[in-house]
């Protein structure tokens, strides 16, 4: 018997090894479903968004609100989708659409829809909203504002020491504080390297209108500028058509585009740098922490330069000198550590 015992012992403990492994790898598959399941809470999440007046396909910011979304429902499964109002008499209906449909989160991307999201907000205590370029400040809403003035601030230094007119261009779309933000740091920037350039200034009243970004440069260049900054949404998109029209018959002009990289939509023949506003990051990273139960509601999240928030684009290295990006460089990390402030107007 003890014989018996002794050659089944090795057994035993082999049987229990493996007991012991399943049980194990038991616990890691529960682990994995729950995983997963976390997952899919996420891929519940419905999020809406909203434009202001100009289109979703704008190369500015309603495009980059958009690709937040578009990525969110890449990583994670969430239900996007946006409308386009037409008129003022369709914001409120369209933010209403989403809200009456259940979605998690309506973004509004605009300052121009702060009206109608305070109002729909107040009447739907249950319902979160977000909303760019705004410094609303109501429980259910989770505003994002930018320091534009600090990023067009380093816009303006290029601009000032690579004019050769010592003429300057500023196209703005609504003459409203977040634009007064632009061409205020672009004023400053440029007086802060070359206070002998004029900068000139213009604002169309719309954000969605090409035809009037095209009059309106042409005007400026007209008037000797070589180097115009727009902060217009689609208009802005008429500044680059009467540029590359210029540039086909033998000028040589610039514009510096803003919110996104534009130089990849117009190419880097006609674009200088752009001014970078990260709508699609704070759009992405707000929605992504209401899924983690996290959502800034109620607060107004500022992002600047230190905050990694705005910046030059990627495709400056391309067309403006090493030593006038130096220069960039040397007035960025003032503005990080407080020995400048932009102002905002």
Same mark, same amino acid.
């Given at each position: 018997?003890?014989?018996?015992?002794?050659?089944?012992?090795?057994?035993?403990?082999?049987?229990?090894?493996?007991?012991?492994?399943?049980?194990?790898?038991?616990?890691?598959?529960?682990?994995?479903?729950?995983?997963?399941? $976390?997952?899919?809470?996420?891929?519940?999440? =419905?999020?809406?968004?909203?434009?202001?007046?100009?289109?979703?396909?704008?190369?500015?910011? $309603?495009?980059?609100?958009?690709?937040?979304?578009?990525?969110?429902?890449?990583?994670?499964?969430?239900?996007?989708?946006?409308?386009?109002?037409?008129?003022?008499?369709?914001?409120?209906?369209?933010?209403?659409?989403?809200?009456?449909?259940?979605?998690?989160?309506?973004?509004?991307?605009?300052?121009?829809?702060?009206?109608?999201?305070?109002?729909?907000?107040?009447? $739907?205590?249950?319902?979160?909203?977000?909303?760019?370029?705004?410094?609303?400040?109501?429980?259910?809403?989770?505003?994002?504002?930018? =320091?534009?003035?600090?990023?067009?601030?380093?816009?303006?230094?290029?601009?000032?020491?690579?004019?050769?007119?010592?003429?300057?261009?500023?196209?703005?779309?609504?003459?409203?504080?977040?634009?007064?933000?632009?061409?205020?740091?672009?004023?400053?920037?440029?007086?802060?390297?070359?206070?002998?350039? =004029?900068?000139?200034?213009?604002?169309?009243?719309?954000?969605?209108?090409?035809?009037?970004?095209?009059?309106?440069?042409?005007?400026?260049?007209?008037?000797?500028?070589?180097?115009?900054?727009?902060?217009?949404?689609?208009?802005?998109?008429?500044?680059?058509?009467?540029?590359?029209?210029?540039?086909?018959?033998?000028?040589?002009?610039?514009?510096?585009?803003?919110?996104?990289?534009?130089?990849?939509?117009?190419?880097?023949?006609?674009?200088?740098?752009?001014?970078? =506003?990260?709508?699609?990051?704070?759009?992405?990273?707000?929605?992504?922490?209401?899924?983690?139960?996290?959502?800034?509601?109620?607060?107004?999240?500022?992002?600047?330069?230190?905050?990694?928030?705005?910046?030059?684009?990627? $495709?400056?290295?391309?067309?403006?000198?090493?030593?006038?990006?130096?220069?960039?460089?040397?007035?960025?990390?003032?503005?990080?550590?407080?020995?400048?402030?932009?102002?905002?107007?």
């Amino acid at each position: 018997m003890k014989k018996t015992m002794k050659a089944l012992l090795p057994l035993i403990l082999i049987f229990t090894l493996v007991i012991t492994a399943c049980g194990q790898k038991n616990d890691t598959g529960n682990a994995g479903a729950a995983g997963t399941d $976390n997952k899919q809470e996420l891929k519940k999440l =419905k999020v809406g968004m909203v434009t202001d007046l100009g289109s979703v396909n704008d190369k500015s910011f $309603n495009q980059s609100a958009w690709e937040a979304l578009q990525k969110l429902k890449k990583d994670f499964g969430f239900e996007v989708k946006y409308l386009e109002p037409k008129t003022d008499g369709d914001v409120v209906p369209n933010l209403n659409q989403f809200v009456k449909a259940n979605y998690d989160l309506t973004w509004a991307t605009a300052f121009t829809l702060a009206d109608a999201v305070t109002q729909l907000s107040k009447e $739907n205590p249950d319902k979160m909203f977000g909303i760019v370029d705004s410094d609303l400040v109501l429980p259910n809403v989770a505003a994002i504002s930018f =320091k534009e003035q600090e990023g067009s601030f380093l816009v303006g230094v290029i601009a000032g020491l690579t004019t050769k007119t010592n003429k300057i261009g500023f196209i703005g779309g609504m003459d409203i504080p977040v634009i007064k933000r632009f061409e205020a740091g672009f004023r400053e920037g440029i007086k802060a390297v070359n206070p002998d350039a =004029k900068l000139i200034v213009n604002y169309t009243g719309l954000f969605n209108r090409v035809d009037m970004g095209k009059s309106a440069a042409s005007t400026i260049y007209n008037d000797g500028a070589d180097i115009i900054f727009h902060a217009a949404g689609l208009t802005g998109n008429g500044v680059f058509n009467e540029a590359k029209e210029r540039n086909s018959k033998g000028g040589k002009v610039w514009v510096i585009g803003v919110d996104k990289d534009q130089s990849l939509t117009f190419g880097d023949d006609v674009t200088l740098t752009s001014m970078i =506003k990260k709508v699609d990051e704070a759009v992405y990273q707000a929605s992504k922490k209401l899924a983690e139960g996290d959502f800034p509601a109620g607060k107004v999240t500022l992002m600047g330069l230190k905050e990694n928030g705005v910046d030059i684009a990627p $495709n400056s290295k391309t067309n403006v000198a090493p030593e006038v990006l130096a220069k960039v460089e040397e007035y960025r990390t003032k503005i990080i550590n407080g020995e400048i402030v932009v102002p905002e107007k």
